[in-house]
């Protein structure tokens, strides 16, 4: 049997994906023992590293997880709430960044409130391959493999509604 995380409560995870802009960080509002979950954001970290450090600075102590970690969540029942950073949207679907796109599929079939909210826009649209395959200065693979980083992708519109 897996024992629940500490401090978890079924329907209490408002989960991040993605590197919201400081205006949308604010509209993420943890309440009632809400606790703030958020997708590291492989390659470079960034979504740990960059929302994780608004919300200690709010006092507001989050959990970082390893993007794919996202299912059990959804699994045990304790998301209440996706936030995903989106760089464009419109009636067919959004741009969001990497990762985005199981989350909504996530969010929808478990009847989920999925919202877009900004984030950081991209310079590129591919990482690369090097960010992958070093995390921190080891290595994660051969240097003989290729690794393919798409940084941001297509959600279609269905998996926003």
């Known amino acids: 049997m897996i024992n629940k995380p500490s401090g978890f409560k079924e329907k209490t995870v408002i989960l991040l994906q993605g590197v919201l802009t400081q205006g949308a960080l604010t509209k993420v509002k943890p309440k009632g023992g809400s606790r703030v979950v958020i ?3 492989r390659p470079t970290l960034r979504a740990a590293e ?3 450090r608004y919300f200690l600075d709010k006092k507001i102590k989050p959990v970082i997880i390893c993007d794919n970690m996202a299912g ?6 304790y998301v209440k709430e996706v936030v995903l950073a989106c760089q464009y949207a419109d009636n067919t679907g959004a741009l969001c960044d990497i990762g985005a796109l199981i989350l909504a ?4 079939k478990h009847k989920v ?3 877009l909210l900004d984030g950081e ?7 690369n391959p090097k960010d992958l395959l070093v995390l ?3 290595p994660t693979a051969s240097d003989k493999t ?5 940084l941001v992708e297509w959600v279609p519109a269905k998996y926003l509604k």
């Open 136 to 138: 921190k200065g080891l």
């Open 146 to 150: 290729y690794a393919y980083v798409p």
């Open 105 to 108: 599929v996530l969010a929808k």
């Open 121 to 127: 826009h991209k310079k590129h649209f591919l990482g």
């Open 72 to 77: 059990f969540l959804f699994f045990k029942d």
């Open 50 to 52: 960059h929302n994780g």
């Open 39 to 41: 997708c590291e954001g």
């Open 113 to 115: 409130l999925l919202r």
